[in-house]
């Protein structure tokens, strides 16, 4: 089974998450779905928001990413999920959703343990500088 991936994040992180992964997989615009919540709308216009997005569309097990821990976009994630069968991380990154997208096919627990590895392990200092 492959899993989708829903990108919840400020405006215009998510769609452009979106946009980097589908550069590097063009395959996978159909299993990633991406909200960005725009500053000035409220929480229940961006849960309404996520819920039209996901209208029509056979759920399955989901992968939510989100940027901030406590902020709206996780916090609407939060309230979408209850709805889905979905498991959340906060703190996404390019990294972390291509890994994500590249293991969609694995265990959701797998998934979810690749998604945070990604992540972290994205975060490197690749220079130094003398001054």
Not at 65 to 70: E, H, I, K, P, R
Not at 89 to 114: F, I, K, T, W
């Amino acid at each position: 089974m492959t899993h989708r991936i829903f990108i919840v994040a400020h405006a215009p992180l998510a769609l452009a998450l979106k946009a980097c992964a589908k550069h590097v997989y063009p395959e996978c615009d159909s299993g990633v779905l991406a909200l960005d919540v725009q500053a000035n709308d409220t929480p229940e216009q961006s849960l309404a928001a996520a819920q039209a997005l996901w209208e029509g569309i056979d759920d399955g097990d989901v992968l939510v990413l989100t940027d901030v821990l406590g902020a709206t976009p996780a916090n609407v994630a939060q309230r979408w999920a209850r709805d889905h069968k979905a498991k959340i991380v906060a703190g996404v990154n390019l990294p972390m959703l291509l890994r994500s997208v590249c293991y969609r096919h694995e265990p959701m627990d797998a998934l979810l343990q690749r998604a945070m590895t990604g992540g972290a392990l994205g975060v490197v200092e690749i220079s130094t500088s003398s001054h």
